[in-house]
């Protein structure tokens, strides 16, 4: 039966981006506007003195720049029941937990119903392009991986605690915005709102079997939640087989929530259980081309696919054999930022585009920070430099101004007037003992020059992240890898020596070289134990949506360390500068 679904009218959302993108300077001006017209009482920006004012100027000059930390004592009083215009004229109700995968602890973000418009006019904008260039069919599905909890947590107050992925799901408006732009999902709902996230994947993954003609694409917020779900297939293929020839769920499957909506759909299926069962024999060797083997009607796969996603790529490829890969927006839990408008292009190569109608954007050139003292003067959206990288600044409908979102962007371009950015890394440094400053983007070239000599051997690095040990002076970098296959110690003394040597900051290189740093360590973990770190992520009440393994485990991070260290099977110093 054919849903009735108004047919998504993309040439009219691309007529409208290229209006909005072509007036960047006046819309940016008009959305500052109503966000603070919207915002005028709001105690925050009455003790600024802001006295209903909306100009940029007015707003630069009263507001200042400020960090998570700076508004944390605003968002105490909202989270402890202080129902008033503390930083939004409406009460905030609702907020978005950060992963936390960045910088080891959760932010709470304020959420409100402008943040779901918002979400709507990414997702809108994204698909309008992406439908042009690899059309989908009204009425198809998707195995979209997302896991919402059935109960969000909730103050004493009735302050809701959700993710920001939470929070959109559970707007009235999600799904049909979603049946809109063709991405209803395969699974019901009792799947993915679930107390359970490891019985939500098997059934995602059931469902997607059961529907394997209908799906047009497999989607996840990052790329990763895609890999961790094949990589589960892998190991459960055969059950997921069984299920379907019985039309009987696993016992491992036992919330009530999750069988009494499977029940609808998982009826015994002989004929596909044994067809899947034939596929995934032939493919079992290497998995090569599982994607459109298993989903014969597949147009791409969509996610988050730049910044600490690009090691994924490799491994997502090769499920995917010549399915397209597309990477989709770029946002935060404070708010979405950018779309991708180029799905043609690959994710390695990509820009998005800054939707001037979301928020109110400022740039803090990165050449300011890293040299000049004094005030910092931020740029606007359309004063911005290509080749130039910047820091950036929201201010977002959801009350928060002028809030440096900790993420460095180069602008590739511009796209009529608003500007094409490339996100490039986290603007706080992650290894650093003395003079050596070493980025995420530095640790991931590193290991990825070292990784090459794996490829030869057709080997692969499955996950890494790095740690700084200075439990003896005066300190080395720690490398923890998970690789897959039986590298010798021959190859893993190799790849260590190379590791060091593919940091050439020249703080680095020259601490190694006076001894003013210890050779860096390489330590191999057992296979699995990424899975394990996500595994405790999610056993912490976190979302595996908006799970990115985190690139550097700070100190204070006892519970990482501790399932990397009872799971290292072999340690290597390097001695490339002896
Ligand atoms: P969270 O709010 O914890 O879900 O994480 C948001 C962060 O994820 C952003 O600040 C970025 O650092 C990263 N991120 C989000 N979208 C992208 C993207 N398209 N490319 C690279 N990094 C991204």
Redesign the pocket.
Known sequence: MRDNVEEFDTKKVIENFERITTDAENVQNETLKKILEENASAEYLQKLGLNGRTDPESFKSCIPLVTYKDLEPYIDRIVDGEFSSIITSEPITAFSL?????QGKQKRLPWNDELFVTTVHIYQTSFAYRNRYLPTDVNGKGLNLIYSSNKLPETKDGIILGT?TANVYRNPGYKQTMKEIHSSSCSPDGVIFSPDFHQTLYCHLLCGLIFREQIQFVAATFAHSILYAFRTFEQNWEELCNDIKQGVLSSRITAPSIRTAMSEILKPDPELANLIHTKCLNLSNDWYGLIPEIFPNIKYVQG?M????EPYLKKLRHYARDVPLV????????GWIASNVHPEIPPELAS?VVLPQIAYFEFIPMAQLDGTQGDIKTVGLTEVKIGEEYELVLTSPAGLYRYK???VVKITGFYNSTPELK?IR?SNLMLTINIDKNTETDLQLSVDTAAKYLIEEKMEVVDYTSYIDLSKEPGHYVIFLEISGEPTDELLAKCCNCLDKSFVDPGYTSSRKVKGIDPLELRVVKKGTFRKILEHFVSLGRSAT?F?TPRCVGPTNTDMLQILSDNVVNNYFSSAYS
């Open positions: 950060s992963s936390g995968t960045s920001a988050i730049t910044g600490a996603m990477t989709t927006e770029y946002g935060a839990s404070e998005y979102l900790g993420d996100f986290r908006q990115k």
